[in-house]
């Protein structure tokens, strides 16, 4: 699962990117089929770039400024290009990804989040699109503090169980997390649900209870 | 967050933040050479031979294009000698002739003498492609971390090493 | 690394950005200080001598000594962001072809003088009597009004100047032409404008002698004087 170490939980960005990774080592667990086509692009994008400042960077070495100078004028404004496109497609098309893929039952879900400077609040924004039909989208704002302990240990289940009930497509691949929360609980605020998920015992009826278990006996440590 | 390095996507991400933040500043600074059309467009002041104009560690703007004038009397320009690799910052002080073919005698504003025993042998005068820009900007003093990390190799060696590990080992 | 380490490098990266700031607005404040320069120059005697580069040189080359006068008021150029002012004068001259045509344009410093600000006075390369004078005649002022200001009558050049041809006698079309360079404690170093006023920088005003020709090489026993009278250094009266 998610990193095992302590994070520091003043960190907001550590908070996000824990949280972030939990979520497709969650879904594939799920029998969910990840696609890789953003990071993929960005990934090429990145690299192209570095490769012409790279190439830039030798023949300049080797061969002096004079010599060179309008192929790395031309390298200056294709680097530029890509790297515009670059961050083009992390703030427009990105636009916080963190997780796209395919469900057992064929439909397409695209999962992205976001914080806000100083505020240790996580932004889940799940658009979920069925084989037939239109494109649904299910927004949340959670606190990170529901599947984060003082020490800073991500705990799965709460964080599972968070996706589980108030996404019905991950709720259909996962329903012993969803069966905590009924149709009646899915509007009860977060407090509420967080009184009946420490009821719930950990462990027996986890995907992973091996790590879940693990974590909580961390924890009494701790 | 070392753990996210045995996803190769994550840590192909992680890899290329720190690549492009090495390769940006590489082609912001090439960047700023083809504009001003200097192999070097930004220098540090090295030697005591400009003051009270210029001090050691003052970090001197350079433009190489002769858009609106040719380069004249008055300008300091850095030049580089002919076989030797030390740039200099000197004013010019006397100029025969126009465009290619003018030659271009310089001295130090704090120096008696002009500099013909500076230059190559047998040259008693600067070409224009000698001169890798005329100074247009001045930032007095930052530039004296250059001249530590010069004078201190290991310097480097230790901030290279803790930049790197600062964005390997933090994503933002 | 959430922790002491990375609050320094906030602290640092703050401070980074309001020192770019600060000195930008100081550097810009330059482009609303007026600038009124003037000046008067001439030449007032001309000789052309014979003599070698340097002691063991058996070349002879043709230099001239070009006393001049000059009156000048650069005192608007000195504001809170300057540095010094460079200040020198130049003589131009063409060299003419076998028919007369200008085949090349010339030009050489024949004096020049260092006017530091009172902030910048402590860095002057001075005699320790002359610089402490200088810091304290201004006391503690930023701008002190009467720098800038020359009077000099009939000086003598600070440079002998030739040409690589080793004939200078007998140019003729000659002018001198005051210049100067404004150095900043930070941003651009700006010259004299060339005859064009820039928003509130005037053109220097005047700053051009009349052409003047220069006269045939003296004789032998007139030269030895008059050139080692010319090596004795010249000090400036300005300050």
């Known amino acids: 699962m998610a990193s095992q170490e302590r994070i520091t939980v003043h960190n907001l960005a550590d908070l996000k990117n824990t949280s972030d990774d939990a979520i497709p080592n969650y879904l594939n667990s799920l029998k969910f089929k990840q696609v890789h086509t953003l990071v993929d692009t960005r990934l ?133 997390r969803a069966a905590v929360a009924t149709p009646d609980f899915m509007n009860t605020d977060s407090e509420v649900l967080d009184a009946l998920l420490a009821a719930q015992p950990t462990g027996a009826d986890s995907t992973d209870a091996d790590a879940g278990a693990g974590k909580k006996s961390k924890r009494r440590k701790a | 967050m070392l753990s996210s390095l045995q996803n190769p996507r994550q840590a192909a991400a992680q890899l290329l933040n720190f690549a492009l933040i090495l390769s940006t500043a590489f082609m912001m600074w090439k960047g700023l050479s083809v504009i001003a059309d200097s192999p070097s467009p930004i220098v540090v002041v090295l030697s005591g031979s400009m003051e009270p104009a210029f001090q050691r560690g003052d970090l001197l703007f350079l433009w190489n294009r002769n858009l609106l004038a040719e380069t004249s009397v008055g300008e300091v320009v850095v030049y580089n000698v002919r076989g030797k690799d030390i740039p200099i910052v000197h004013r010019v002080v006397r100029k025969f002739g126009e465009g290619d073919a003018a030659r271009l005698l310089t001295k130090g504003d704090n120096n008696a003498a002009d500099d013909t025993e500076l230059y190559a042998r047998g040259q008693d005068y600067l070409a224009r492609r000698d001169i890798i820009g005329s100074v247009v900007g001045y930032v007095p003093f930052v530039g004296y971390v250059t001249i530590m990390l010069s004078e201190h190799p290991w310097l480097k060696t230790v901030m290279l090493g803790i930049m790197g590990l600062l964005v390997v080992l933090q994503r933002e | 690394m959430y922790n002491s380490l990375t609050r320094i490098q906030n602290v640092f990266g703050f401070f980074t ?18 600038r009124t320069p003037s000046g008067m120059i001439e030449p007032t005697s001309v000789q052309v001598v014979k003599g070698r580069p340097h002691y063991y040189s058996t070349k002879k080359e043709e230099y001239a000594i070009i006393k001049f006068s000059l009156e000048a008021d650069l005192s608007s150029l000195f504001t809170w962001n300057t540095k010094q002012v460079f200040v020198y004068v130049t003589a131009e001259w063409p060299s003419l072809g076998a028919d007369g045509a200008v085949t090349q344009n010339n030009s ?34 930023v701008i002190d009004p009467g720098r800038g200001k020359f009077q000099l009558f009939n000086h003598k050049p600070k440079y002998q100047i030739t040409h690589p041809s080793g004939h200078i006698a007998e140019s003729s079309d000659v002018k001198l032409r005051l210049h100067y360079n404004v150095q ?56």
Not at chain 3, 17 to 34: N, Q
Not at chain 3, 109 to 135: E, F, G, K, Q
């Open chain 1, 44 to 176: 090429a994008l990145g690299y192209s770039a570095f490769l012409i400042a790279g190439a830039c960077f030798l023949w300049d070495y080797k061969l002096g400024f004079e010599e060179t100078k309008y192929y790395t004028a031309a390298a200056v404004a294709l680097y530029t290009v890509l790297n515009g496109i670059l961050t083009f497609w992390i703030g427009f098309v990105e636009k916080g990804t963190v997780y796209q893929g395919t469900a057992p039952d064929g439909s397409k879900i695209s999962v992205s989040t976001s914080t806000k400077k100083n505020v240790p609040i996580y932004n889940v924004k799940v658009t979920v699109t069925p084989k037939k039909g239109e494109p649904q989208t299910i927004e949340l704002a959670r606190s990170f503090t529901e599947w984060f302990d003082a020490q800073g240990h991500f705990i799965a289940l709460p964080f599972q169980t968070m996706l589980a009930t108030t996404v019905p497509l991950v709720g259909k691949a996962d329903p012993k």
């Open chain 3, 17 to 34: 950005s309001v020192a770019f700031v600060v000195a930008a607005i100081i550097a810009a404040s330059d482009l609303i200080a007026p």
């Open chain 3, 108 to 141: 050489a410093v024949i004096w020049d003088n260092i006017i530091t600000s009172p902030s910048a006075d402590h860095l002057s390369n001075m005699p320790p009597v002359a610089l402490r004078r200088l810091i304290e005649s201004t006391a503690g002022r």
């Open chain 3, 184 to 239: 900043p404690w930070v941003g651009a170093l700006t010259w004299d404008q060339q005859g064009v006023d820039l928003g509130l920088w005037k053109r220097l005003s005047d700053g051009v002698s009349e052409a003047f020709a220069l006269p045939p090489v003296k004789r032998k026993d007139d030269a030895k004087t008059s050139s080692s009278k010319a090596k004795t250094k010249t000090k400036s009266k300005a300050t």
